[in-house]
Nanobody, 116 residues
Framework: QVQLVESGGGLVQAGESLKLACVAS????????MGWYRQAPGSQRELVAT???????NYADSVKGRFTISRDSAKNTVYLQMNSLKPEDTAVYYC??????????WGKGTLVTVSS
């Protein structure tokens, strides 16, 4: 089992920045990729950014150039630096971890609200 706990959400104005963190615990040795997804009211959950154990990253087109995913392996933590935030970035942001055998784990989410 893998447990994920997100933090760092909040209310900001358009153009400002936030940094989310996700701490993983449990059988973390089984994780081969982690990432961030988001779900806005009335919308489906969508990929924001992912990072493999090898360091390969993938971003949604809507966040490229503004968001950066990174990790601190010593702290079992993955981060999402969000710059130049827009009102359309408002959503609940979820941390995700995928294991080598195809299991997916999710955190409970952290709310990001961007006012115009």
């Amino acid at each position: 089992q893998v447990q994920l706990v997100e933090s760092g959400g909040g209310l900001v104005q358009a153009g400002e920045s936030l940094k989310l963190a996700c701490v993983a615990s449990g059988t973390i040795f089984s994780i081969d990729a982690m990432g961030w997804y988001r779900q806005a009211p009335g919308s489906q959950r969508e990929l924001v950014a992912t990072m493999t154990n090898g360091g390969s990253t993938n971003y949604a087109d809507s966040v490229k150039g503004r968001f950066t995913i990174s990790r601190d392996s010593a702290k079992n933590t993955v981060y999402l630096q969000m710059n130049s935030l827009k009102p359309e970035d408002t959503a609940v942001y979820y941390c995700n971890a995928n294991t080598e055998i195809g299991l997916a784990y999710w955190g409970k989410g952290t709310l990001v609200t961007v006012s115009s």
